[in-house]
């Protein structure tokens, strides 16, 4: 324990040379995930339960869950709930990517 009520939970964020070209594309390719990085792409952190999508919770952590693995999203633990950002180095993997996708409709 941390000295609060709750345990300090860390998820794992796998590292970004690691990430496929296919799997980002992959992850940005579902309407729903393209609507959480057009959320994000403000720059600042959302929490998650903010999220204007009309999925159940566990499918928004699902989708979190993906992002997250494809190194789009940065996920932040506080408290019981997490706060969620655009992972800044994703342009430096995948140079433009990022903008060409969200200037697309």
Known sequence: MNGTLFPVRRLDHPNLD??????????LGDPVRLAIVRMLSDGEEHQGSKFAVKVSQSTLSH??????????VF?????TRCRHSLRPEFDHRFPGLLGTVLALR
């Open 75 to 79: 996920i932040r633990p506080e408290g």
């Open 63 to 72: 989708h979190f869950s993906t992002l997250r693995n494809a190194c789009v």
């Open 18 to 27: 690691e990430v496929a070209l296919a799997q980002a594309l992959s992850a």
